[in-house]
């Protein structure tokens, strides 16, 4: 059974940063490219970053630079650090795996002071 689990959002103000986690089970991770993406109120879901089974990594232009994704394979986690959070940063943000199914429940950070 595929299960998704994201975790450590929270409020944080500008400025600060979030270390979010997506951990995983029921597939073998290694093999999937791993993807982040958030859904902030009333806007449609978008991708922030994207990372192969070996590492290689994409970022939407808004968050490069202050946002880093990663993968443990040998724990089936990925993680998304978040460094000089900005207000517009605020949105649920979901694990995606090509896989069934697919999506976790979210986890909700907000920038806010």
């Known amino acids: 059974q595929v299960q998704i689990v994201e975790s450590g959002g929270g409020l944080v103000q500008p400025g600060g940063s979030l270390r979010l986690s997506c951990a995983t089970s029921?597939?073998?991770?290694?093999?999937?490219?791993m993807t982040w993406y958030r859904q902030a109120p009333g806007k449609e879901r978008e991708l922030v970053a994207r990372?192969?089974?070996?590492?290689?990594?994409t970022y939407a232009d808004s968050v490069k630079d202050r946002f880093t994704i990663s993968r443990d394979n040998a724990k089936n986690t990925m993680y998304l650090q978040m460094n000089s959070l900005k207000p517009e940063d605020t949105a649920i943000y979901f694990c995606?795996?090509?896989?069934?199914?697919?999506w976790g429940q979210g986890t909700q950070v907000t920038v806010s002071s």
């Open positions: 990372i192969s089974g070996a590492g290689g990594t």
């Open positions: 029921g597939f073998t991770f290694s093999r999937y490219i």
């Open positions: 995606y795996a090509p896989i069934t199914p697919n």
